[in-house]
């Protein structure tokens, strides 16, 4: 315990985003595998099952964001909320499992919605991974199971489709193996923290667990339509393949994405603890180091897009350049939303700011995509995208400078300080990870 509370928020941000960084190659090259394998078509069908987890970790992950509140600002211990988790996750795996046959009954069945189900309280667990060990401050025991996560993932999609020969089907059945592999190593994780005394009732605790967690579920519902609405639309438009070449792209972006949540990650225990004032300050220092470093790696993407994706996945996706070229401002502009988010929900204790904003951002979004897709193909998605998520970083910066008294300038110039605490954390030699906090 000594230790982490030694560590500074530079040298956690730095080793989160080491290996985010790791997981973002082996998820790389789990979708380079993938679309050399099987084609685009190939390709779109398994982003089209990750695109069902997106949605549905989206919300029970940010119904999580309330076990992070009582972690940090309510100073919970994790025995307290074991059983209270425990028939949460039972009755999101039922509604789940039932949207699930809903969907099956109007399109038929499926590989894609079929698979999922098979995974479903699996990827409950694994979307809560983040708000426990946040909140326990675990953020090396994160790190590592989320590399081996994408360590699994890529071995068994390398396994099934070039050792096997099972092609898209087998890539997914591998990928459902993976979740269940993790999900149960969190489990174990956890154990030692569930032992202890539950002081409530088991449905005061859930009725204060979803209080809080449906407000931010609510948020992550319009969150999800906000970032993923320019894939569903190319979906319904263009079809499964141009899906698959348009899927590059994003993952492009979220790849640069890694650094901010990176740091949001590192940030979210102090910033949650902590008085009003510091925790502002953190979270805007923390908002600044980060838009410098995605805003001079984005410069490096838009420079070599085109000859990346030619080499990486090869000519059939050509027309991702182009459009990964037009998502990396709005990438840019959105890096701010983790590290705020932050301070809205474990500081302030509003989630519901962010279902507003979302709820705002996903009917900008939906509107240009509409208008933009069937006249501009991938580009018009890709331009509906980073319009709507240049509103997103305007509205979230006056939201923050109105409850913190920062200005703008304080959230997103970098200063000098910034500079020196960047080249500081880089030269500063990264002690060896333990999995073991």
């Keep these: 315990m000594k230790k982490r509370e030694r560590t500074t928020l530079g040298q956690d941000s730095l080793r989160t985003l080491i290996f985010n960084i790791g997981q973002s190659v082996f998820g790389a090259l789990t979708g380079i595998a993938i679309a050399k394998a099987i084609g685009p078509a190939g390709k779109g069908e398994y982003a089209l099952l990750q695109l069902f987890q997106a949605a549905a970790s989206g919300v029970t992950g940010n ?63 694994l979307s809560w991974q983040g708000p426990i060990f946040l909140g326990l401050g675990w953020i090396r025991s994160l790190n590592v199971q989320g590399l081996a996560f994408a360590i699994g993932t890529f071995a068994a999609a390398m396994i099934t489709l070039y050792v096997f020969h099972f092609g898209t089907l087998g890539a997914m059945w ?124 984005g410069l490096v993407a838009f420079v070599l897009a085109p000859w990346l994706v030619d080499t990486l996945y090869g ?18 502009a959105l890096s701010c939303s983790s590290i705020l988010s932050t301070f809205f929900n474990y500081q302030m204790g509003r989630p519901m700011f962010l279902v507003y904003t979302s709820l705002m951002n ?43 008294g920062l200005s703008p300038l304080d959230v997103w110039i970098p200063t000098a300080d910034d500079a020196r605490t960047i080249l500081r954390t880089l030269r500063k030699p990264i002690e060896p990870i333990s999995p073991i906090d």
């Design 63 to 125: 119904l999580g964001l309330s076990i992070t509140y009582e972690l940090t600002r309510q100073r919970k211990p994790f025995a307290e909320l074991v059983k209270p988790l425990g028939v949460m996750l039972a009755i999101l795996s039922l509604v789940e499992w039932a949207i699930i046959g809903v969907w099956i009954l109007i399109k038929g069945p499926a590989p894609a919605p079929l698979l999922f189900a098979a995974a479903v309280p699996a990827l409950i667990v």
């Design 174 to 297: 591998g990928w459902v193996a993976s979740v269940w592999g993790i999900a149960i190593s969190i489990l174990v994780r956890t154990a030692p923290e569930a032992r202890g005394p539950q002081t409530e009732p088991t449905l005061a605790i859930v009725g204060r667990l979803l209080g809080f967690g449906l407000k931010a579920g609510a948020g992550a519902i319009f969150g999800f339509i906000n970032s993923r609405v320019d894939s569903i639309v190319i979906v319904t438009m263009a079809g499964t393949a141009a899906f698959g070449i348009y899927s590059v792209a994003v993952s492009a972006g979220e790849i640069l994405l890694k650094i901010s949540r990176s740091v949001a990650q590192a940030a979210t225990k102090r910033v949650g603890s902590a008085e009003r004032d510091i925790a502002a300050a953190t979270a805007a220092k923390s908002n600044r180091a980060s838009f410098a470093l995605i805003a001079s790696s």
């Design 362 to 404: 996903a009917v900008v979004e939906t509107t240009l995509c509409v208008f933009l897709v069937p006249r501009l193909g991938l580009d018009g998605a890709a331009l509906g995208c980073t319009l709507t998520y240049l509103n997103a970083a305007v509205v979230t910066t006056w939201y923050f400078c109105k409850h913190s």
């Design 315 to 332: 000519k059939a996706f050509h027309g991702a350049a182009e459009a990964m070229r037009i998502l990396l401002p709005g990438i840019a």
